[in-house]
Nanobody, 120 residues
Framework: QVQLVESGGGLVQPGGSLRLSCVVSGTFFSIKAMGWYHQAPNKPREMVATITGGGDTNYVDSVKGRFTISRDNAQNTVYLQMNSLKPEDTAVYYC??????????????WGKGTLVTVSS
């Protein structure tokens, strides 16, 4: 059983910073791409940032220059450093990972989410 557990969300003032973490645990062969998505109230979930196993990154335009995604393969962890936060960044942030099982299947997993609120 593979689990993704996010942490690091909370309340922050506009212009502030937060660092989200997501640890992948369980039994598997390896992890391919990982990413962060967010979902604001009454809006669909959308991609924020992704990172491949080789370290290539991709960001939605609204966070470029403010957010940085990184990963620690030894710790099976992905991070999202969020700087210069804006009220419109308020959302539940979900971790995503494409995991290769021991049977060599690729399965997509999601965390349960962590709430980020940007407000004064």
């Amino acid at each position: 059983q593979v689990q993704l557990v996010e942490s690091g969300g909370g309340l922050v003032q506009p212009g502030g910073s937060l660092r989200l973490s997501c640890v992948v645990s369980g039994t598997f062969f390896s992890i391919k791409a990982m990413g962060w998505y967010h979902q604001a109230p009454n809006k669909p979930r959308e991609m924020v940032a992704t990172i491949t196993g080789g370290g290539d990154t991709n960001y939605v335009d609204s966070v470029k220059g403010r957010f940085t995604i990184s990963r620690d393969n030894a710790q099976n962890t992905v991070y999202l450093q969020m700087n210069s936060l804006k009220p419109e960044d308020t959302a539940v942030y979900y971790c995503n990972a494409f995991v290769i099982t021991r049977q060599m299947y690729t399965v997509q997993y999601w965390g349960k989410g962590t709430l980020v609120t940007v407000s004064s």
